[in-house]
């Protein structure tokens, strides 16, 4: 959730077309090498080790799913969460009577997850199940989860998304919700500034070609990919799911809190995360 180039010498940022199973591979190396950093950054935000700690908040915006109730009432629903990381919004579930399965693709990421259920199960607190996998394909039955849901996983980053939503539809349970945040695609117009900079358009909304990061042996190193809002919707709408909201979080008052591109100076003129309220029909 919310990458910003912090790239030396030995790196390029640009922009250029990187096929499926190579974006997956760099997003894995990625999220691998980066989550110690990461967590340090952001781990007391997104939720500590501590059950009392624990949160889900849909973005840098921190909307919380305390506060708004997308997913429903939780208590004893099975729900999967993609694109887990260390399995914060997981661990929240689990601290309000769901059993939850984390899929992540990032061994790393799921390291730190391992760490923070360790910590809770001590206290006995209940533990998040965790896979490792591509949010691509799934390795869960078919209608075996009530829920599913995801804050910045997977989507943001895969050049396939509808494979995702198409997956998610499968192991739903009929009338189950699906709700998952990504970057608002109105943003992909600016550049990722969180100064004055960063509100004027500089690239074409229209132009979906993807943000590479390119390391010292010119692979890829950091990819992320845009669609625009009609794009989400029509591959919500191609996995046979209902499209019920789409919640476009305003930057709240007293949150000062600078995120890589998101900052109040940003997040009170333009929307900086679009979530999606779907269902699989009954």
Sequence with gaps: MGHVDESDDSSAVGYRPVGAAAAAAANRRWWDGDADAYLAEHGRFLGGDQPGAARFVWGPEGLDEADVG?????????VLEVGCGAA?????LVGRGAAVVGVDLSIGMLGHAHRLDAAI?????????????????LSLASECVDLACSAYGALPFV??????????????RPGGRWVFSVTHPVRWAFPDDPGPAG?????????RTPYVETG????PAYIE???????????VVG???????????????????????WSPRRGRLIPGTAIFVTAKPE
């Design 199 to 207: 509100l004027v358009v500089a690239r074409s909304y229209f132009d």
């Design 225 to 235: 990919q845009h669609r625009t809002l009609g794009d989400r919707v029509r591959e």
């Design 70 to 78: 997308l997913l429903g009432d939780v208590a004893g629903r099975r």
């Design 88 to 92: 914060q919004c997981g661990r929240w």
């Design 159 to 172: 050049t396939d998304p509808g494979r995702v939503h198409a997956e998610v539809a499968r192991v739903l």
């Design 239 to 261: 996995a046979e799911l209902r499209l019920l909201d789409v919640v476009e979080p305003e930057w709240p008052d007293g949150h000062d809190q600078v995120w890589g591109g």
């Design 121 to 137: 199960s001590q206290q006995g607190g209940r533990r998040v199940d965790l896979v490792c996998a591509d949010a691509r394909r």
């Design 216 to 219: 010292a042996d010119g692979e």
